[in-house]
């Protein structure tokens, strides 16, 4: 378990926590190296586990050879089919009565039969000594196949998509009016194609993980974003109670999705522990992680807006194709955002999927939105053009009031002033309209803009509060600290529900003996766990006023508990009359008071995780949640070389409230980072004809590095939304929305090329 620091503690709280740009609980520990990760944790007796890959598509194995394997020194054993203890088969389908069946990456029964279904599945472990035995043992398993025809090729297989019927919590299709007549009959209309590729996560952390088994009891340390998933999986697959399995994850090097499912090295540690009868650690090579790990799906999409002179829509198409796996995925619901963000007078929205012989693939940041605003941002973008106005004014004329497909209000929305501030910050006012109009010497310069959108979740999530008599506090909840100051932005919102110092509260997390919290996913982890937090600090100032409200030795003797407030590490009335917490703990001789939310059982917890998720559901069908931003990019790309070089960025943002200006400007930041790397320079590598992965390493897929990213200009609105605990909405993913489009349009501005196909290489422009 995990938890920050301690710290001198001063005796009364002075200025609201919530809203200050405070310092990480853990920033000494990590900038110092002393946090501990994943692969970090020393186990006395370990082995060390090394994956070999498969090297066909699809197919069967007809022979297996590990005798040269078995003979390297230090070998302990080489798990292949022909001897690998049986498993429980993953769920075929998602069951929401079920938590195990939602964290599955695949559908695969690792190691239970000779078949192959991709290109790098794992087809053997070798577990040795050390783990340069494992590595070169592994390079020595011969492998024979039987080679099945398999689909390989995604812009091959595009004729063969079929329609997607439905999305649970995501939907991908919609339908207003006709869209395709008034399309037909427009003054003025748009109608392209955009394609994207596959993308990888590429954490700084590589997966990992040790499991330690002890009789039928199974501790796992991984690195996920979702460690009751997790539990729960493990449980299913090895046949254990769910209580018999822990998932330990102090600390996370990233995920953005990456880390949120179960892929084969997890099952396949966990079983290589157990035949090994010692504890096993498995961690991934960067190739190990590109070759089971899904990552982002590939994307053809299709734009068609039809608009009246002044700029109106009168017809918004967006259809697109996306990637599955034959064994798992999730395709890219790239018209999410398109349902919601233009007052278009008919809509229609679709998604189809082509299946293919290829590593399931899976959520990356802002699944579906961060791919389909390039789109979408990009057919706006033109329609300006088309229409000969401004690109911020075509959108403020078609910003709607409420949802566009539906009617549906809209709970918080104020992208008006995001763009007024965005434009402003800029100077977007002395921008030439026309493209090829600014220059830098030989470099042509070109702005651009793009809207944000991201609809953040809400889960569930179980957490006590325990208030001692010295005032301290403790939050415990099983949170994932992926990197964003979890344990920093709870304790600011636990310290201003109890009036206490920031420094007096610890939060404990990264453990799934905890209270049991929700995944590090859809931007939904702080306003989830906030909303408990928030329940269970009420709860414990109910107990503390209760205890001295029947003290005749206390000032609130008698006093409502509407008259009372927490301040200033304790409860204290408008006149000044209260007391602290210590002291009313003293008096009634209690060590300590405790506020707990959520349920008591893991019967008790799916229970209440479905009926959340019902009312997530009907939550959906009643009002849109979203964040949202408006993106400004200056780019300047070279007129001999077509290098593209991004010089000037400026974002703002309605996110809702902020409770840590620091840690949420970060996260901002970073998005944008990632969008950038996304417009410019990241493609995953697909070999047609193997379906291998041909650039699975940081030397060949091309991530953006410091001298790629200029000055970023980051702000928000901070204005709360209304229906959520403290007004938060979620920022870990509405930034690199909109990115790429920016890029995009900057590009075409700069140069008269308009790129539609991702990411925008030199060769593109010349």
């Not at 082995?47 to 197919?59: D, E, P």
């Not at 194995?61 to 003979?71: L, P, Q, S, V, W």
């Not at 529900?497 to 996913?521: F, I, K, N, R």
């Amino acid at each position: 378990m995990t938890q920050a620091p301690e710290r001198t503690r001063p005796t009364t709280a002075t200025t609201p926590a919530v809203g200050r740009p405070i310092d990480r609980v853990d920033g000494a520990v990590k900038t110092t190296g002393v946090s501990e990760y994943t692969a970090d944790r020393p186990f006395p007796d370990l082995a060390h586990a090394t994956l070999v890959h498969a090297t066909i598509a699809r197919g069967r194995i007809t022979a297996i050879d590990t005798a040269a394997a078995e003979a390297v020194t230090g070998v302990l054993a080489v798990i292949t089919h022909r001897n690998a203890p049986p498993l429980k088969p993953p769920a075929a389908r998602i069951n929401p009565l079920d938590l195990s069946t939602m964290a599955s990456g695949t559908k695969v029964n690792y190691l239970g039969s000779d078949e192959v279904h991709w290109n790098g599945e794992p087809v053997a472990v070798v577990v040795a000594e050390t783990l340069e035995a494992s590595a070169e043992a592994a390079r020595l398993v011969q492998v024979s196949y039987a080679a099945a025809p398999a689909s390989t090729d995604f812009h091959a297989a595009e004729d063969s998509a079929e329609p997607v019927r439905a999305m649970p919590m995501m939907p991908s299709g919609g339908r207003k009016g006709d869209a395709e007549q008034a399309l037909a009959s427009a003054p003025v209309s748009v109608d392209l194609r955009f394609t994207t590729p596959p993308q990888n996560h590429n954490a700084l952390e590589p997966h990992a993980t040790t499991a330690v088994w002890d009789g039928d009891r199974l501790t796992v340390h991984d690195t996920t974003q979702a460690m009751d998933f997790t539990r729960r999986h493990l449980a299913r697959r090895f046949g254990v109670p769910v209580d018999a399995v822990r998932v330990i994850t102090p600390n996370l090097g990233g995920g953005f999705g990456g880390k949120g499912f179960v892929w084969p090295g997890t099952v396949l540690c966990a079983m290589a522990a157990r035949v090994a009868k010692r504890p096993v650690r498995l961690a991934l090579s960067r190739e190990a992680v590109y070759r089971t790990v899904g990552g982002r799906a590939p994307t053809v999409q299709r734009v068609a807006l039809g608009a009246e002179r002044d700029g109106a829509l009168t017809a918004l198409v967006h259809t697109g194709i996306s990637q599955l796996g034959r064994v798992g995925g999730m395709p890219e619901a790239v018209g999410s955002q398109s349902r919601h963000l233009y007052a278009a007078r008919t809509i229609l929205i679709g998604l189809s999927t082509a299946t293919l012989d290829l590593l399931p693939n899976t959520a990356m940041r802002a699944p579906g939105e961060a791919v389909g605003t390039f789109a979408l941002e990009s057919a706006m973008d033109a329609l300006a053009y088309e229409l000969d106005m401004d690109p911020v004014d075509l959108r403020m004329r078609n910003e709607p009031e409420r949802d566009p497909l539906d009617g549906k209000p809209f709970t918080h929305r104020n992208l008006r002033a995001a763009y007024a501030r965005g434009a402003q910050r800029f100077g977007w006012a002395d921008r030439p309209p026309q493209p090829r109009s600014m220059r830098d010497g030989r470099r042509l310069l070109g702005w651009g803009v793009a809207t944000a959108f991201h609809m953040p979740i809400q889960l569930t999530a179980d957490v006590t509060v325990r208030l001692g008599m010295d005032g301290t506090v403790l939050v415990r909840c099983g949170l994932h600290e992926i990197g964003v100051g979890a344990a920093t932005v709870q304790a600011q919102i636990a310290a201003d529900a109890l009036g206490v110092p920031v420094e007096a509260v610890t939060v404990e997390l990264g453990d799934s003996a905890l209270p049991v919290g929700p995944m590090a996913g859809g931007s939904g982890q702080t306003a989830t766990a906030a909303a408990s937090v928030l329940r269970a600090c009420e709860e414990l100032r109910r107990s503390a006023f209760a205890l001295a409200s029947r003290s005749p030795g206390s000032p609130l003797h008698g006093r409502r508990a509407d008259e009372v407030a927490a301040r200033d590490g304790g409860l204290f009335a408008a006149d000044g009359s209260g007391e602290t917490y210590g002291e009313i703990l003293a008096r009634a001789g209690r060590p300590s008071l405790e506020g707990r939310v959520g349920a008591r059982t893991s019967i008790g917890r799916v229970a209440g995780q479905v009926r959340f998720l019902a009312g997530m559901v009907n939550d959906q069908r009643r009002q849109v949640r979203a964040a949202t931003g408006a993106h400004f990019c200056e780019v300047a790309v070279d007129e001999d070389t077509g290098e593209v070089r991004v010089t000037r960025w400026v974002a703002v943002f309605d996110v809702g409230r902020v409770i840590n200006p620091k840690t949420a400007s970060s996260q901002l930041r970073g998005g944008i980072v990632m969008g950038i790397g996304a417009a410019l320079s990241e493609e995953t590598l697909v070999d047609p004809r193997t379906g291998g992965i041909v650039n699975a390493s940081l030397a060949d897929y091309h991530v953006p590095v410091q001298a790629d990213i200029p000055a970023i200009d980051v702000s928000y609105l901070d204005e709360p939304d209304p229906t959520t605990p403290l007004g938060l909405l979620g920022v870990g993913e509405v930034s690199i929305t909109g990115v790429a489009a920016a890029v995009a349009n900057a590009v075409y501005h700069a140069t008269g090329a308009r790129v539609r196909d991702l990411p925008i290489t030199p060769d593109r422009l010349l």
